[in-house]
């Protein structure tokens, strides 16, 4: 992994999720009816931390569910060459509730088309609203987040890395040289 620059560190990283766990709520004027859904790998911690802060923020603790949307993506015959697949784990119901959809990184949008679709699999939502840490840009599909934690608009050769203390040993976020295909 060639770095560029560490864009965010530990205290920012912190901050990003505050703030995005204040615009949750007050888009959705509190918490009633919200659930969280974190999409393996990283958006499952990032969700768990924005669950952890507004249970700090309104006293509540918001139903938590992880999606894993690999068999619903449509690169996973063509690019995959041995997909790593691993079971979502919703133990609640998703009918008529407001899905916050939870992410790290925002690219292509094709991994977000494939959660919406897995998630229909799953029930009717009221509504599904998507909350990305990193929005990079270069959009394949009309998908755009409601909340963003930031924007880093990349070059083609550049590739945005979220690590995460559970997942990764520390918090932080890099600018990296993409690896040549």
Known sequence: MNIKSKIIDKEGFNRIITRMSHEILEHNKGSENLVLIGMRTRGEFLAKRIREKIKEIDGVELPFGV???TLYRDDFRTRMKQPQVSVSDMTFDINEKDIILIDDV?????T???????????????????????????????????YVGKNIPTSLDEEIKVKMEEFDGEDAIYLIEAEKK
């Open 112 to 146: 977000a088309r494939s959660a919406l679709n897995a998630l229909m699999d799953l029930g009717r939502p009221r509504s599904i609203q998507l909350s990305i840490l990193i929005d990079r840009g270069h959009r394949e599909l009309p998908i755009r987040a409601d």
């Open 106 to 110: 925002l690219y292509t949008g094709r």
């Open 67 to 69: 999606l894993d949307v």
